[in-house]
């Protein structure tokens, strides 16, 4: 019914508006007229090897935990902060520690009173046995409890310093400038010593960490280059070396694999976080490869491929890829043969009466 009664609608609209055919028209030039560079599909020499997926951690990582009881009286940082060194990240309830404070200060006070008598009581019998009033047996305890006031003092000393340390532990202070990944407490909840309160990390260095299957860790050392694949900057995708390479001396008992730490320079850090996936590559040398550029290809969901130039127009064919070699290109397994031509823009090839254009010509501008 519907489709009996549609063409019927659109002759009578050009009918009655003369000009309706003419747009038809004119949007159908307009359509034919769109120009797609295209670039070639050529064999190159690429690093090979073999490639494990990675994922991106901080070298400083740090969970902050309680060392001391109470309640937790406030919580002034959350998920996603940047801190300083020393800034203070919490507090804990500190009345008790205040109170063992007091108590330590006092206990202080009476230490350095009952030293002053001490001291004061040597220093008469001295003179007197010196006049020979007492004899050297009332020196001799005089000097001793001289001694067990000066010892009493110094442990006195030593609890008031205990109770500051007590006290000081219900402020917590970043250690470093860094920034607040996760917190696991909030204000009111009860810290005992060893609660953690919060992850906090350092923004550099970071690193990436591949695990390695050990049925392949002779090959992996062998390799000539390891490369990290970068691809949320700027330039695209690339390979990066890192600055400093080390493996974990102990292999995991059930996935069997070896880990690997890659730290990677300030410039590699500005576009990675923390748990983001990279891939790592183990290159053994150079070899000979079919690849596309990156641009070409047109991923939906499981489906890759690319738009390939064919008389007037393009056509969609699937491909296997295989590495991905960045500035490179990527590598095709199966699908195309070298010299075709593929469209570096998959979504306009993908529109009606588009049409192959060299790179190097200028593509016309809509309207112009």
Not at 10 to 26: K, Q
Not at 265 to 279: D, F, H, M, T, Y
Not at 298 to 319: I, N, P, S, W
Request: hydrophobic share 45%.
């Amino acid at each position: 019914m519907c489709s009996l009664v549609f063409p019927d609608f659109l002759r009578a609209i050009r009918r009655s508006v003369p000009w309706f055919g003419a747009l038809v028209m004119s949007v159908a030039t307009a359509q034919g007229a769109i120009q797609v560079p295209v670039g070639p599909v050529q064999v190159k020499a690429v690093a090979t090897g073999f490639e494990l997926d990675g994922v991106i951690q901080p070298v400083r990582q740090s969970t902050i935990s309680a060392q001391a009881n109470g309640r937790m009286a406030s919580l002034m940082v959350k998920a996603g902060d940047k801190v300083r060194t020393g800034q203070l990240l919490a507090t804990i309830d500190d009345r008790e520690t205040q109170t063992g404070v007091q108590r330590s200060q006092a206990q202080v006070a009476q230490a350095q009173a009952e030293l002053r008598n001490a001291q004061a009581h040597f220093d008469r019998t001295r003179d007197l046995q010196a006049r020979g009033f007492v004899s050297a047996a009332a020196l001799d305890a005089a000097e001793s409890q001289l001694k067990g006031a000066l010892a009493g003092r110094d442990q006195a000393g030593a609890g008031a310093r205990q109770s500051a340390l007590a006290q000081g532990f219900t402020r917590v202070n970043a250690p470093y400038d860094g920034w607040v990944l996760q917190t696991h407490v909030e204000a009111g909840d009860l810290a005992v010593p060893g609660k953690p309160l919060l992850t906090l990390y350092a923004p550099l260095p970071i690193r990436a960490v591949v695990q390695v299957p050990v049925s392949r860790g002779t090959e992996a050392r062998a390799a000539g280059a390891v490369e990290v694949l970068l691809s949320g900057g700027a330039a695209g995708a690339q390979w990066v070396r890192p600055v400093s390479r080390s493996t974990v001396p102990t292999a995991d008992p059930v996935s069997q694999t070896i880990e690997w730490r890659l730290e990677l320079s300030p410039e590699a850090a500005k576009v990675l976080l923390p748990g983001q996936p990279v891939r790592v590559r183990f290159a053994a040398g150079r070899a000979n490869r079919m690849v596309v550029p990156g641009a070409a290809v047109l991923r939906r969901g499981e489906l890759t491929a690319v738009y390939v130039a064919a008389g007037k127009g393009f056509v969609l064919r699937a491909v296997r890829l295989g590495a991905d070699h960045g500035d490179d290109g990527v590598e095709v397994v199966a699908g195309l043969t070298a010299g075709e031509q593929v469209a570096l823009d998959p979504v306009r090839a993908g529109l009606a009466g588009a049409q192959a254009v060299s790179p190097a010509a200028p593509v016309p501008v809509a309207g112009q």
